[in-house]
């Protein structure tokens, strides 16, 4: 099916004007607006190759936001990303003081971990802000990459905690997350959280993870620069 055929397909079963968008924002898979009689919606391309199951969810959920119309949605877009690969980003894995490739390599070899090629970099600069919250890595299955955000890369941070994270995204690959009846994503499943606690410095890295949102935002300050 084509994005002219599903768009076609989906007019029909909304049975109101209908404005489409396709986009490939992974952040949000589908948004609608009402606006006038007329609806907006952007769709990811994904969808484009839908089952008509599938689509007949999208309507119920942009009309009523029925949740297993949700969970439906939700499983597609899962099964998309989990079985469909693409090339993954250009990133710098070589930073000011640590090495990111060769973080990689050495927790690979010392856990015995048995990995497809990866490709782990530091993330863009983010925008400093006041400091809530901090993503400290990702795993992204669809480009099988791992992103670790860039604030890590100090002399101050601890080699073992880069270690302990880069181990964490690496055993996503691992054990592969899965979605529960609900469409909600279940990323770490108790066999994923039996090998995490065999990193052999799991608790100095736990408790390292506890105090650091203090440490980065007296660094963002400015105190005690390196």
Request: hydrophobic share 40%; glycine share 4%; aromatic share 12%.
């Given at each position: ?52 199951p599938v689509l007949e969810a999208i309507c119920s959920y942009a009309l009523t936001g029925n949740k297993e119309a949700r ?123 039996r090998l995490e606690r065999q990193f052999l410095e799991y608790k100095a890295a736990k408790e390292w993870e506890k105090k ?15």
């Amino acid at each position: 099916m084509t994005m002219e055929q599903a768009a076609h397909r989906l007019e029909v079963l909304f049975s109101v004007p209908l404005q489409i968008t396709w986009h490939e924002n992974r952040v949000s898979f589908i948004s609608c607006a009402k606006e006038q009689g007329k609806i907006r919606l952007r769709l990811h391309r994904l969808f484009a190759k839908a089952p008509s199951p599938v689509l007949e969810a999208i309507c119920s959920y942009a009309l009523t936001g029925n949740k297993e119309a949700r969970a439906l949605i939700r499983q597609m877009a899962h099964f998309h990303f989990s079985t469909n690969h693409s090339r993954p980003d250009c990133l710098e894995s070589k930073g000011r003081h640590y090495d990111l490739h060769e973080i990689a390599c050495q927790v690979q070899t010392r856990y015995t971990l048995l990995l497809p090629a990866l490709s782990i970099g530091w993330s863009a600069q983010v925008r400093v802000g006041k400091l809530r919250s901090i993503t400290f890595g990702t795993y992204d299955a669809h480009r099988n990459q791992v992103r670790i955000h860039p604030w890590l890369d100090d002399a101050r941070v601890p080699r073992y905690f880069l270690e302990f994270l880069v181990y964490h995204e690496m055993l996503h690959a691992v054990c592969p997350s899965y979605l529960d009846a609900r469409g909600r994503v279940c990323c770490h499943t108790p066999e994923f959280r039996r090998l995490e606690r065999q990193f052999l410095e799991y608790k100095a890295a736990k408790e390292w993870e506890k105090k650091s949102l203090n440490y980065l935002a007296s660094w963002r300050r400015g105190y005690g620069r390196s």
